[in-house]
């Protein structure tokens, strides 16, 4: 089983950036899709970006244009890129491997808690 352990999260001001990175465990994390998700207080959890084996990017939109993901193979990491916060991005962010189903493979990490506020 793949372990998972995001990182990077903190406080910042509206209109500023973070990146959260996400480490994997195991020798098969290239091969698969990455995405990261968040889940906001009293809110379902969602996916906001993926990225597959090759580089192929999606976003939401309410992220597209100020997120972007990227994963580094041989460090078996992915990133995400944040910029142009807003309040509304306030969320505990998790990464996972998104499956066909709309489920995930793997279980949860801790997430790291990303707070957008003045």
């Known amino acids: 089983q793949v372990q998972l352990v995001e990182s990077g999260g903190g406080l910042v001001e509206p209109g500023g950036s973070l990146r959260v990175s996400c480490a994997a465990s195991g020798s098969r994390f290239s091969t698969y899709t990455m995405g990261w998700y968040r889940q906001a207080p009293g809110k379902t959890r969602e996916l906001v970006a993926r990225i597959t084996s090759g580089g192929t990017t999606y976003y939401t939109g309410s992220v597209k244009g100020r997120f972007t993901i990227s994963r580094d193979n041989a460090k078996n990491t992915v990133y995400l890129q944040m910029n142009s916060l807003k309040p509304e991005d306030t969320a505990v962010y998790y990464c996972?491997?998104?499956?066909?189903?709309?489920?995930?493979?793997?279980?949860w990490g801790q997430g790291t808690q990303v707070t957008v506020s003045s």
């Open positions: 996972n491997a998104p499956d066909s189903s709309g489920g995930s493979y793997w279980n």
